[in-house]
């Protein structure tokens, strides 16, 4: 997913949006329902045309819907799954991103209880085992505490005191071994199990260690354990396996889109290929075969039965108070443990770059949903839109006790607009006026600056950007992330990056950086807060000089 405009297979056409209305009511839709059930159907019309709207409101060019019932599965398609004209269906297939995570969680509880692990008389794995002691020689972290305590169970739950580094992901990194032993260069935002903070890498580091103790590829136990014994027969753990479904059994793989508001188009983007932290999110699926999962998970049926359920639900981890939800929020081990309207609600969504999903399942009412969409942001707040549209129906909540989703994004919006426009006094407030000038010529500030887990980031002046006060640019198109970096001068050696992304939408987001001049007058680093909420730079080596 390369960040220029120009490398991306097309740009579609916005009259491809009167496509998209003829499919809202055509798609394909799917009802299984035991022996004399004659349920109403929650996907009825007065759905679909919300659907309709919200696809339209929100740019989505699709998303696929199942609900479960307790044994009965209702699902449909709405909208485009590939331009021109190809619908999304129940069967088409999404990338499911992070609630790849259950699945990776559900893996290692299958593994703890299994009679070849307790029968073992030394050595018995279970989830308060050390990372450190499974993977001992790429397992480093900067606190030596946190490198021999930090168990399988705080990986999962996110609790380990490492923030969400996914930049440098992908470049020299193209495995989970080299992914685990770069960890040693990255900080810690916290100490280990004083708060939550969602983190990819320590996710795809369990599943790492998964794979030393099993022997087993982690896309191959899940294929044998869990999605054949539940006919998940179109879910896979890599793009080449979802390739091979779309050629050999002519499976739909929706592609990815991203509406540009400017041109009035959808941009098509890439497929991810290669995912260097696959635990945290490689599934690809299709809301047929998760409406199984859900439904094994609410029945608490085989593959994984009672315990382990009951094992990968119980909450580790206080997330705090969510306005959505009643009381504090809690995460267990894949999923969100929240109490909505006096339910139990188990729910995770997940965001890949160009795609978002949704599961959510209320085990005392034995009732489920599970949404995808081929875009980020767009289908992410379509399916939290219909998720809870469908959830507040089914719990009859009335119309005045209904969160309000819509206005809740459009103030998002708002504020992510302020945030850039207003990111020098934000990030600044005590910037001298006028601004100290900086130090050296512009042009000494150009080179490439290394780190030895982000890699290579090179800079130059060519703006492509004309008229722009950004005067500083890096093209980072390497990495599982692709990324620009855009950098505005702030006063002496401050400056304000700007980070511009498909997960961001390729839209600016404004972070603090500074460089520092070496005793011999040159550039020497240069240092960028990644993680703003900790304040703690991630330095780079001006290398080259």
């Not at 443990?337 to 609600?345: D, T």
Request: proline fraction near 5%.
């Amino acid at each position: 997913m390369h960040l220029i405009y120009s490398s991306y297979h097309s740009i579609l056409s916005a009259n491809c949006l009167c496509i998209i209305a003829s499919l809202f009511f055509s798609a394909d839709a799917f009802k299984q329902s035991p022996l004399g059930q004659q349920d109403h159907s929650p996907l009825d019309h007065s759905f679909n045309e919300i659907v309709h709207a919200k696809l339209s409101q929100y740019h989505a060019p699709g998303v696929a819907v199942a609900v479960v019932q307790d044994k009965l599965v209702t699902a449909k398609g709405y909208g485009i799954a590939s331009f021109p004209s190809t619908p999304v269906t129940p069967s088409t297939l999404f990338y499911t991103a992070s609630t790849t995570k259950a699945f990776v969680s559900a893996a290692w509880a299958l593994f703890v209880s299994s009679p070849s692990n307790q029968n073992k008389s030394s050595g018995k794995i279970t989830f308060s085992t050390p990372l450190s002691s499974i993977i001992r020689d790429d397992f480093v972290l900067e606190d030596e505490y946190a490198t021999n305590h930090v168990t399988i169970e705080d990986a999962l739950s996110h609790r380990t005191g490492m923030g969400a580094h996914d930049l440098w992901l992908g470049g020299k990194i193209d495995s989970l071994k080299k992914l685990v032993s770069k960890m040693r260069y990255l900080p810690m935002t916290s100490e280990l199990r004083t708060r939550y903070e969602y983190c990819n890498i320590m996710v795809a580091t369990a599943g790492y260690a998964f794979e030393v103790i099993t022997g087993r590829w982690l896309g191959d136990f899940l294929r044998e354990e869990i999605w054949e014994p539940l006919g998940m027969n179109t879910t896979v753990y890599s793009f080449e396996d979802a390739q091979k479904k779309v050629k050999e059994e002519k499976a739909v793989l929706a592609k990815p889109y991203l509406w540009d508001e400017e041109k009035g188009q959808y941009i098509e983007g890439n497929y991810l290929q290669n995912q260097t932290d696959e635990p945290a999110g490689n599934m690809i699926s299709n809301v047929l075969d998760y409406a199984e999962w859900i439904k094994m998970l609410i029945h608490k049926d085989s593959p994984l039965g009672d315990k382990v359920v009951e094992e990968v639900t119980r909450p580790r981890t206080i997330v705090g108070k969510v306005e959505v939800f009643d009381g504090i929020t809690t995460y267990a081990l894949g999923w969100n443990v929240v109490i909505y309207k006096g339910e139990r609600v188990f729910l995770h969504t997940g965001g890949e770059t160009w795609y978002a999903s949704i599961v959510l399942w209320l085990p005392d009412k034995k009732w489920g949903i599970t949404i995808m969409g081929n875009s980020l942001t767009a289908s992410g707040h379509v399916q939290l839109v219909l998720a809870f549209h469908l959830l507040d129906e089914f719990l009859g909540t009335p119309q005045e006790e209904r969160y309000g989703f819509d206005e809740s994004f459009r103030k998002e919006l708002e504020d992510k607009k302020a945030g850039v426009s207003g990111a020098r006094q934000i990030l600044y407030p005590s910037a001298p006026s006028p601004p100290l000038p900086r130090s050296l010529p512009l042009s000494s500030y150009n080179g490439t600056y290394d780190h030895p887990a982000y890699q290579n980031i090179t800079f130059g002046t060519q703006s492509d950007t004309p008229n722009s006060t950004r005067e500083l640019f890096a093209d980072v198109p390497d990495r599982q992330y692709p990324f620009k970096l855009r950098m505005e001068h702030v006063s002496g050696e401050f400056w304000i990056a700007y980070f511009v992304a498909p997960v961001t939408e390729f839209e600016e987001l404004p972070i603090k950086a500074e460089f520092r001049i070496g005793e011999d007058g040159k550039v020497k680093e240069l240092g960028i807060i990644i993680l703003p909420e900790t304040e703690t730079a991630i330095w780079f080596k001006k290398i080259g000089d």
